[in-house]
């Protein structure tokens, strides 16, 4: 099975590390991270479909990742997964753009099923952006007003010009 998403796990504790990575590996490709500064560099190194992310790291705050990685790609997907039980810290999160917040200890199926919901919600947004490129691509003037049959027309000579390279002469 051809692996298309990747998940980077961010947590200060090797044993929930090792854990998703066991429960992950077979959909997805893992990294893992126990720092924040570890997680900046994978970030950065890598394309990263989704973060599962605790507040507390040792050298920082798990919402101060949060922020950094919506500021470096608004459409990857954070998941918190954390200890920290204050509903302030949650509307924090969500308000940050955190897909969900999930307190440990958690239901492993759970967790994934939020996972898969994630990775969907984040296929789902690639594929319209796709189809809008394409749209505008082949429906250039789509967002000029005009269904008169010689504004159509035009349009339609518009684009065959376009495509042609003409040498103009102005006085």
Do not use: W
Not at 21 to 47: C, P, R
Not at 104 to 115: G, N, Q, S, Y
Not at 117 to 138: C, G, I, P, Q, T
Request: proline share 3%; hydrophobic share 45%.
């Amino acid at each position: 099975m051809k692996k298309n998403h990747t998940i980077l796990v961010v947590d200060d504790e090797n044993g929930v590390r090792q854990s998703f990575n066991m429960v992950l590996k077979d959909d997805y490709n893992v990294l893992l991270a126990g720092t924040g500064q570890q997680a900046i560099d994978i970030f950065i190194k890598n394309k990263v479909d989704l973060v599962l992310l605790d507040i507390l790291l040792p050298d920082t705050g798990g919402l101060n990742l949060l922020e950094k990685f919506k500021e470096a790609d608004p459409n990857t997907e954070i998941i918190m997964v954390t200890a920290v039980n204050e509903v302030q810290t949650a509307v924090k999160a969500i308000k940050l753009g955190a897909y969900e917040y999930i307190i440990k200890p958690f239901v492993v199926d759970d967790v994934l099923t939020v996972i898969h919901r994630a990775m969907e919600k984040r296929s789902l947004v690639k594929e319209v952006a796709y189809l809008k490129d394409e749209l505008e691509r082949y429906c250039p003037f789509e967002k000029m007003v005009g269904k008169d049959e010689k504004m159509i027309k035009i349009f339609e000579l518009i684009s065959i010009v376009s495509q042609k390279q003409i040498l103009l002469i102005l006085p």
